[in-house]
């Protein structure tokens, strides 16, 4: 990842993004970071929408530290949360019943 100065930058945006490659660029003021410039290549919309939104980032960072202090969950155990409250299987188990 690089770093440009905002009040250094000697090249048009249209430059700087032309550049990238694979790499990131960015921006800062005072060594403080502003902005940044990042490739989008395999990158869809709605990825890069939620990475940016407040909501989003809360609920990864709250996993995050509940996965930190030990409390996580076994596919199984989720399974049993989800669908054994309401008696009724996942829909692949009920799919595999119907044949």
């Known amino acids: 990842?690089?770093?440009?100065?905002?009040?250094?930058?000697?090249?048009?945006l249209g430059d700087y993004v032309a550049a990238l490659g694979s790499d990131s660029i960015v921006v800062t003021s005072k060594k403080k970071p502003?902005?940044?410039?990042?490739?989008?290549k395999n990158?869809?919309?709605?990825?890069?929408?939620?990475?940016?939104?407040?909501a989003f980032?809360?609920?990864?960072r709250r996993a995050r530290a509940e996965a930190k202090?030990?409390?996580?969950y076994s596919l199984d155990a989720l399974k049993r949360e989800a669908f054994g409250a309401i008696g009724r299987r996942p829909i692949k188990d009920r799919q595999k019943g119907a044949r």
Request: aromatic content about 2%.
């Open 34 to 40: 502003l902005a940044a410039l990042v490739p989008l």
């Open 1 to 12: 990842m690089k770093t440009l100065d905002l009040w250094n930058a000697s090249s048009t």
């Open 69 to 72: 202090r030990g409390k996580v």
């Open 57 to 60: 980032l809360g609920i990864v």
């Open 43 to 54: 990158v869809d919309r709605e990825s890069l929408a939620l990475s940016m939104d407040p």
